[in-house]
């Protein structure tokens, strides 16, 4: 089992159009007991509210936003994208409400201060969620978002949550 050791924020590097954008991260929160999980490529880390925090974007539909409604806390892990692209891709495409995706990903839980997180994971951020903030169509500013991203209807919320810990996997 990998053992991880947390890190201060100002020593974390991450370039985030890579590791976001294109190798992806895991959202994982637990509500009753429960865990579940989707993959993101849409979300960014910065400073707010004099707070290091996170923000992820997760829409109505996602059976994961019950679980970040339900939860004062999320992870996110990120992955060796070589390594695991095949189950990040699968973790995105089905939902945890038809079957237990995680268990058939055969990707490991593992828990710091009662978040659950992947113990493949490289890096992870636990975050305290401090804000959730439905994205609105009356509030787009370009004419292309709605028709190109919102055809179903289906907006996004905008979940910004405090970086309470950095937790980077030991060398082996």
Not at 32 to 41: E, F, I, L
Not at 48 to 69: C, G, M, P, Q
Not at 89 to 102: C, P
Not at 108 to 114: D, E, N, W
Request: net charge negative.
């Amino acid at each position: 089992m990998a053992t991880f050791n947390a890190i201060p924020a100002d020593s974390y590097s991450l370039q985030p159009f890579t590791a976001i954008g294109k190798e992806w991260m895991l959202i994982t929160a637990e509500k009753d007991g429960k865990v579940n999980t989707m993959t993101a490529s849409w979300g960014g880390l910065g400073v707010l509210w004099d707070r290091n925090v996170a923000y992820i974007f997760v829409r109505n539909s996602r059976y994961t936003k019950e679980f970040l409604d339900g939860a004062d806390s999320f992870s996110l892990s990120f992955l060796d994208h070589e390594k695991y692209a095949k189950q990040m891709g699968y973790l995105g495409s089905v939902s945890g409400r038809n079957e237990n995706k995680i268990e058939q990903s055969k990707l490991t839980i593992a828990h710091s201060v009662g978040t659950p997180y992947f113990q493949e994971a490289d890096t992870i951020l636990i975050c305290k969620k401090l804000c959730c903030q439905p994205l609105e169509p009356q509030n787009f500013l370009v004419n292309e978002i709605e028709p190109n991203y919102y055809e179903s209807k289906d907006y996004h919320n905008m979940y910004i949550g405090q970086i309470m810990m950095i937790l980077k996997k030991d060398e082996e």
